[in-house]
């Protein structure tokens, strides 16, 4: 039996890879700031920038009010302990900027996503 395309999910180290790798934590972080550097924007446009540069097509307005959704959620709650444990280089030795930490989360999931991790 032959397979002509790869099934399109991550084994268990790939998905804690990406879950806990200093470099990928390291990626979140920066494209968290990159995205926070433009004030001009709004979550809107920060957001198409995101699906922009992680997966190379805009989100549909379900993604946008989820990921509109998620940020909010994440920035009301304080942060009470650290889920990830970010790179050294982070703010975690500083006081944790509800805004950075909310995007650099929503950046981490979409890294860690099956569709930036695997090419249709």
Same mark, same amino acid.
């Given at each position: &039996? ?7 999910? @991550? ?6 890879? &990406? @879950?806990?790798?200093? #470099?990928?934590?390291?990626?979140? =972080?920066d494209l968290a700031r ?9 979550? =809107?446009?920060? /957001?198409?920038?995101?699906? #922009? ?10 993604? /946008? ?5 998620? #940020?909010?959620? /994440? ?12 790179p050294e280089n982070s @703010?975690?030795? =500083? ?7 909310a995007w650099r989360t #929503? ?9 930036? /991790?695997?090419?249709?």
């Amino acid at each position: &039996m032959t397979v002509d395309a790869r099934p399109s999910t @991550m084994v268990a180290q790939q998905a804690l890879f &990406m @879950m806990n790798s200093p #470099l990928v934590l390291a990626q979140a =972080e920066d494209l968290a700031r990159t995205l926070l550097a433009d004030e001009t924007s709004n979550d =809107e446009a920060r /957001i198409t920038h995101l699906y #922009l540069t992680c997966f190379a097509r805009h989100p549909d307005p379900s993604q /946008i009010a989820g990921a509109v959704a998620f #940020l909010d959620r /994440i920035r009301s709650e304080p942060p009470s302990g650290r889920s990830v444990t970010w790179p050294e280089n982070s @703010m975690d030795s =500083e006081p944790m900027d509800p805004d950075l930490h909310a995007w650099r989360t #929503l950046c981490h999931a979409l890294l860690s996503s099956n569709e930036f /991790i695997y090419l249709d």
